[in-house]
């Protein structure tokens, strides 16, 4: 039996409010070459990951990419209302001194402002560890 080196894999899980993408890609070399990129919620899982990747392969540049994404239905977000609001007071207050009455587009230009909306952080969660 013939064991390339060389290989390319891909899967997809499906959890509730996110799906999980983990991609390996292999190539022939001397000794074994490992990167891993994993989402911030999993990096506290790196070294296991690394542990049973070198257990189970001997050798070649093995690039493991894992990206998690939340639903559509499951995005969270917020607004930081004490610093929209000190935005929309300094910036009101400063159209009136320039005798500026025009206030179109400055909700949505103060929600552009880092900060003011925020995402919720992806968390790890066991079971996103079992079924990696």
Do not use: C, H
């Not at 509730?16 to 000794?31: C, F, M, T, V, Y």
């Amino acid at each position: 039996m013939i064991i390339s080196m060389t290989g390319y894999g891909k899967a997809m899980a499906e959890l509730p409010g996110k799906k999980l993408l983990i991609e390996i890609k292999s190539l022939n070399s001397k000794g074994l070459d490992l990167s891993v990129k994993l989402p911030g919620a999993f990096r506290e899982k790196e070294m296991e990951i690394r542990a049973l990747l070198s257990q189970r392969l001997d050798r070649g540049k093995i690039e493991l990419y894992v990206s998690s994404e939340k639903s559509a239905d499951a995005v969270a977000f917020s607004v930081n209302k004490p610093l929209f609001l000190q935005y929309y007071q300094e910036l009101k207050s400063l159209l009136s001194e320039l005798k500026e009455e025009d206030r179109t587009g400055l909700l949505t230009f103060i929600l552009k402002i880092p900060n003011v909306l925020q995402n919720e952080k992806a968390e790890f969660e066991e079971t996103d560890w079992t079924i990696l």
